[in-house]
C-alpha cells in the first residue's frame, strides 16, 4: 500500500503541472488508479494493530510500553524509544487516511466512510502527541510541504483532535445504509454481523468515547474545554460503547502474514529476550487486594519444582506454636531494581535477596517467575483491543465522579466496569464478587498494600474514590493498552512504581517512568526546522537533551517530582510473597496435597 501511495502522489503532481486535457490524454482507463476506501482502512487498520503489537521497526509500541506500564517484564528496559512508530504512523498508516480523504472526501455517496478514516486518523494521532509531544499534523503526510514540516503544540493536536472526533461523529448518517464498509475488518467480522446501521452506529460510538478518553486525558492543559466536551458527551450516554460488542479491536486471523503480533514475535520468530513475565509491582499490587486476575493474566510456573519457594512463619490450629516453613508458590514477580544503588550497599550487606535466590533444583534464574498467559502470545487469532467496554464504563466513572454528567452514579460505573473486565476473562463471579468487596476495590474503603521487595515502594490506594477508578482502569489495561497505560500514569501519579537500576538512559543512576518518548534521528536530520519549531515548544535544550533527558514532561501530566531512590532506606521484604495458603500449618499443608508439593519446616517454636 505504501508504494501504490507514492505512485498516487506521483501521478498527482505530475498531472497538475501538464497542460489542459493532458490527463485525458494519458489516462488509460484500463488501469487501476483508485484505491478503494475499504482497502486504505482495512489496511490502516491491521498497520495498528501491527505496530502497536510487533515488534522492531515495525513498530512495537507494546514491548516497551509493557515494562513502562508495570504489567509486563519483556526483558527491555525503561526506555521509550522510538521503535519505528514515527514512520510506521506517518508513513504506513496517515498517509492511506490523507490519501482516501483526498480521493474521495467531495464525494457525499463515500461520506461515512471518509469519516470512518477520520476517526481512524484522530486515534493515530492520540497515540503520537502522547508519545512524543509536540508533533505534524496540518502540514503532515503533505507533498506541498516537502522541505520543512512544522510541529504543532500538544494543545493544538489534542483540541483538533476532538474537534474532529466530534465532526465526523456527527457526519456520519446511520440512516444512509448504502455507504457502509463493504468488508468492516471491525465490527462486522463473523457469521453474524449486525447490520450497516448498528456497524455505523459502532463507529460513531468509538469516536464519542474515544473523545472521552482524550478528553479526561486532558483536562490538566485544556481545561473548559476538555471538561464542555466531557460534559456533552454524558449527557448522551446512549452514544458511548455500552457493550462488548462494542469494544473496538484489531482481528487477526490462523492465516499466514496476519496472525496475531504478539504470536509472530514471541512464538513464530526466534525471541531473544526472555519470555515476558509478570513484574513485581505488579505482583505486589494482585497480592496487596488478593485479586484473582493474577491467575488469568499469567500462567503459574508450570513446573512445581522451578517455583519461587518462600520462607515463612505459621501458626496453628492444634497448638500455640509457631512453625517456619518452605514452600513454593505458583505465581512471582520480576523486580526492575535488579541492581543494587550504591545508596543500599551498606542497608543490603550481609542480607540474601529474595530476588537473588538460587533454585536447588537446577533450574535457570528467570524460571520462578510467571510468563503471560500462553492464550495471549500463542493463540493466531486473538484480537489486539483498542478500546473497550470495560474501559468505556471506568470512563463514564471518572467524568461522573469529577461532577461532569452521567446519568448513573460513579460507583455504578465503576463496579460494572468490574464486571465487564471479569467477563472478558471469563472469571467466574464468586472471585469477582468476593474481590469487589475488598478493602481499597470497595468504594468508600482505603488500600492498604504491602511493600515491594525493597521496602521502597508500597502499593497503598491514595483516599479518594476516583483513585480506585484510576487504579482498575491501569488493571484493565493488561495485555493490549499499556501506552494507555502510561498515559493514565503520567496524568494523575496514582501508582506506585519502583525504579529501573539498570536503566536504558546510561547516564543515570536509576531511572523512574519517562514522560515521553524522543523523535527519531531522521526527524531531526530531514527536517532540522521543524525539529528546532519541536523543541522550542517541548523546552528542550537541543538534540543531546531532548534525546537522552527521560523527563521533559508533557503538558497534559500531573506534577511530579522523581524521588531520590538511592536515598530511600531499603531493607528485604517478601511479605507479598508469604501466607499464599493462609496463615496456618494445616491450611499449608492441605494446600500442599492438593496442589502436589512439599511443605519443608524448618523449626517449630513457641
Given amino acids: 500500500m505504501k508504494k501504490t501511495t507514492y505512485l498516487f502522489i506521483a501521478i498527482a503532481v505530475i498531472l497538475s503541472s501538464c497542460a489542459k486535457g493532458f490527463k485525458e490524454l494519458n489516462t488509460d482507463p484500463t488501469q487501476f488508479l483508485k484505491v478503494s476506501p475499504e482497502s486504505l482502512i482495512e489496511t490502516a487498520v491491521k498497520r495498528t494493530g501491527d505496530m502497536i503489537g510487533g515488534s522492531g521497526t515495525n513498530g512495537g509500541l507494546n514491548i516497551n510500553m509493557w515494562e513502562i506500564a508495570n504489567l509486563i517484564e519483556p526483558g527491555v528496559r525503561y526506555t521509550a524509544a522510538d521503535q519505528g512508530i514515527w514512520q510506521t504512523s506517518y508513513v504506513n498508516i496517515l498517509q492511506n487516511l490523507v490519501q482516501l480523504e483526498k480521493d474521495y472526501g467531495k464525494d457525499s455517496s463515500f461520506n461515512n466512510r471518509v469519516q470512518i478514516a477520520r476517526i481512524w486518523k484522530s486515534y493515530v494521532y492520540s497515540i503520537l502527541v502522547g508519545f512524543y509531544g509536540p508533533i505534524p499534523m496540518a502540514e503532515a503526510n503533505n507533498p506541498d510541504n516537502l522541505s520543512v514540516i512544522n510541529f504543532e503544540s500538544e494543545d493544538t493536536v489534542y483540541t483538533k483532535i476532538l474537534a474532529t472526533l466530534k465532526d465526523a461523529s456527527s457526519k456520519i448518517d446511520v440512516t444512509k445504509t448504502t455507504d457502509k464498509l463493504t468488508y468492516d475488518v471491525v465490527y462486522a467480522l463473523g457469521s453474524n454481523p449486525p447490520s450497516a446501521a448498528v456497524q455505523l452506529l459502532n463507529w460513531k460510538k468509538f469516536a464519542n468515547t474515544l473523545r472521552l478518553r482524550v478528553a479526561l486525558r486532558c483536562r490538566r492543559n485544556l481545561g473548559p474545554v476538555a471538561d464542555a466536551a466531557i460534559q456533552e458527551l454524558m449527557t448522551t450516554e446512549s452514544q458511548l460503547i455500552g457493550s462488548e460488542a462494542e469494544t473496538v479491536k484489531v482481528p487477526y486471523e490462523d492465516v499466514a502474514n496476519n496472525e496475531n503480533p504478539y504470536y509472530k514475535v514471541f512464538t513464530k520468530a526466534t525471541y531473544t529476550q526472555p519470555s515476558p513475565k509478570l513484574t513485581d509491582m505488579l505482583f505486589v499490587y494482585f497480592r496487596s487486594y488478593k485479586d484473582p486476575r493474577i491467575n488469568y493474566y499469567f500462567d503459574s510456573v508450570k513446573t512445581v519444582a522451578a517455583r519461587y519457594r518462600v520462607t515463612d512463619t505459621l501458626t496453628s490450629t492444634l497448638d500455640d506454636s509457631l512453625r517456619i516453613v518452605n514452600y513454593p508458590i505458583p505465581h512471582y514477580g520480576l523486580t526492575k531494581s535488579n541492581a543494587v544503588l550504591p545508596g543500599w550497599t551498606s542497608q543490603l550487606a550481609g542480607f540474601t535477596s529474595p530476588q537473588g535466590q538460587s533454585n536447588p533444583n537446577g533450574m535457570t534464574a528467570t524460571s520462578v517467575y510467571s510468563v503471560i498467559a500462553a492464550g495471549i502470545y500463542n493463540n493466531k487469532a486473538r484480537p489486539v483491543i483498542i478500546l473497550g467496554y470495560s474501559e468505556a464504563q471506568f470512563l463514564k466513572a471518572q467524568a461522573a465522579m469529577l461532577?461532569?454528567?452521567?446519568a448513573q452514579t460513579p460507583e455504578a460505573y465503576y463496579t460494572s466496569g468490574i464486571d465487564a473486565n471479569f467477563a472478558f476473562?471469563?472469571?467466574?463471579?464468586?472471585?469477582?464478587?468476593?474481590?469487589?468487596?475488598?478493602?481499597?476495590?470497595?468504594?468508600?474503603?482505603?488500600?492498604?498494600?504491602?511493600?515491594?521487595?525493597?521496602?521502597?515502594?508500597?502499593?497503598?490506594?491514595?483516599?479518594?474514590?476516583?483513585?480506585?477508578?484510576?487504579?482498575?482502569?491501569?488493571?484493565?489495561?493488561?495485555?493490549?493498552?499499556?501506552?494507555?497505560?502510561?498515559?493514565?500514569?503520567?496524568?494523575?501519579?496514582?501508582?506506585?512504581?519502583?525504579?529501573?537500576?539498570?536503566?536504558?538512559?546510561?547516564?543515570?543512576?536509576?531511572?523512574?517512568?519517562?514522560?515521553?518518548?524522543?523523535?527519531?534521528?531522521?526527524?531531526?536530520?530531514?527536517?532540522?526546522?521543524?525539529?528546532?519549531?519541536?523543541?522550542?515548544?517541548?523546552?528542550?535544550?537541543?538534540?543531546?537533551?531532548?534525546?537522552?533527558?527521560?523527563?521533559?514532561?508533557?503538558?497534559?501530566?500531573?506534577?511530579?517530582?522523581?524521588?531520590?531512590?538511592n536515598a530511600i532506606p531499603v531493607a528485604f521484604d517478601n511479605s507479598a510473597a508469604m501466607k499464599w495458603y493462609g496463615t496456618t500449618i494445616q491450611s499449608l499443608q492441605s494446600a500442599a496435597v492438593a496442589n502436589g508439593f512439599t511443605v519443608q519446616i524448618t523449626k517449630t517454636y513457641k
Wanted: net charge neutral.
Fill in 425 to 565: 476473562w471469563a472469571i467466574p463471579n464468586g472471585l469477582r464478587d468476593a474481590y469487589k468487596q475488598v478493602n481499597g476495590v470497595k468504594f468508600g474503603t482505603t488500600g492498604t498494600g504491602f511493600w515491594n521487595y525493597l521496602h521502597n515502594v508500597k502499593t497503598d490506594i491514595p483516599a479518594g474514590d476516583i483513585n480506585k477508578i484510576y487504579f482498575q482502569t491501569w488493571l484493565n489495561f493488561f495485555p493490549d493498552q499499556p501506552f494507555d497505560a502510561w498515559c493514565l500514569q503520567r496524568q494523575t501519579r496514582v501508582l506506585n512504581l519502583s525504579p529501573h537500576t539498570t536503566p536504558g538512559f546510561a547516564a543515570l543512576t536509576f531511572q523512574d517512568i519517562p514522560d515521553r518518548g524522543f523523535y527519531p534521528l531522521q526527524v531531526s536530520s530531514q527536517n532540522p526546522t521543524g525539529y528546532s519549531g519541536a523543541l522550542a515548544l517541548l523546552g528542550a535544550v537541543g538534540y543531546a537533551d531532548e534525546s537522552t533527558n527521560p523527563y521533559i514532561r508533557l503538558k497534559f501530566e500531573a506534577p511530579y517530582t522523581v524521588p531520590d531512590y
Fill in 403 to 406: 461532577g461532569l454528567g452521567g
